[in-house]
């Protein structure tokens, strides 16, 4: 399996941007409470989440679709906050995978050595 990893301040937004999907992961779970079809919303959420912390970049380009998805439904409903809130994730998520770069593996010395 490939490893990734992010200079300082790519690390910093994948954190910010980690946050944010927890906080939404956790208002689908509330949610998921009240009616169980949210149930999916937090699966997804909670998904996405993962996705991010262990830097995978299909994780990245989802959260690009539907943030993008959400900013034409909430300017379309004319709620500005969803807007500016899903506008920051594609910020942050276009940045991160812009500077995520995979790592070498290090040849095993005992394997050149034989």
């Given at each position: 399996?490939?490893?990734?990893?992010?200079?300082?301040?790519?690390?910093?937004?994948?954190?910010?941007?980690?946050?944010?999907?927890?906080?939404?992961?956790?208002?689908?779970?509330l949610m998921a409470l009240s009616n169980p079809i949210f149930s999916i919303g937090f699966i997804i959420a909670f998904a996405l989440t993962v996705g991010v912390f262990i830097k995978h970049p299909a994780?990245?380009?989802?959260?690009?679709?539907?943030?993008?998805?959400?900013?034409?439904?909430?300017?379309?409903?004319?709620?500005?906050?969803?807007?500016?809130?899903?506008?920051?994730c594609v910020g942050l998520a276009l940045y991160i995978r812009s500077n995520l770069y995979v790592l070498k593996e290090q040849p095993d010395e005992n394997f050149h050595a034989q």
């Open positions: 399996m490939k490893k990734f990893a992010l200079p300082p301040r790519a690390s910093l937004a994948n954190n910010i941007l980690i946050l944010l999907l927890s906080i939404s992961a956790l208002m689908s779970l994780a990245y380009a989802t959260i690009m679709i539907v943030s993008f998805i959400g900013i034409a439904l909430a300017l379309k409903n004319t709620n500005i906050i969803d807007a500016i809130i899903d506008a920051l």
